[in-house]
Nanobody
Framework: QVQLVESGGGLVQAGGSLRLSCAAS????????MGWYRQAPGKQRELVAY???????NYADSMKGRFTISRESAKNTVYLQMNSLKPEDTAVYYC??????????WGQGTQVTVSS
């Protein structure tokens, strides 16, 4: 069974930065895609960014220029660097692996709260 473990969430002021980590229990290259998703209270889960096994990246429009997805293969870990955070970025952030829009595997989520 694949496990994805997120970490790095927390409370930050608007304009600040956080880096989320997602550690996988097997090689990240075994997944076609690994991505970050978020769900704010009362809203549907949305795609934030993803990286393919080949290294291509893609971002939701509202995150372009502020968020960066990257990976470290030796640690089977995918990161999400979040800069210039806004209160509307407050959400539970999830790591997903496999398919882009309906990942086969999910992490447990990590809370990100941005105060104004």
């Amino acid at each position: 069974q694949v496990q994805l473990v997120e970490s790095g969430g927390g409370l930050v002021q608007a304009g600040g930065s956080l880096r989320l980590s997602c550690a996988a229990s097997r090689s990240i290259f075994s997944f076609n895609h690994m991505g970050w998703y978020r769900q704010a209270p009362g809203k549907q889960r949305e795609l934030v960014a993803y990286i393919t096994s080949g290294g291509s990246t893609n971002y939701a429009d509202s995150m372009k220029g502020r968020f960066t997805i990257s990976r470290e293969s030796a640690k089977n870990t995918v990161y999400l660097q979040m800069n210039s955070l806004k209160p509307e970025d407050t959400a539970v952030y999830y790591c997903g692996a496999g398919r882009i829009h309906e990942p086969n595997y999910w992490g447990q989520g990590t809370q990100v709260t941005v105060s104004s």
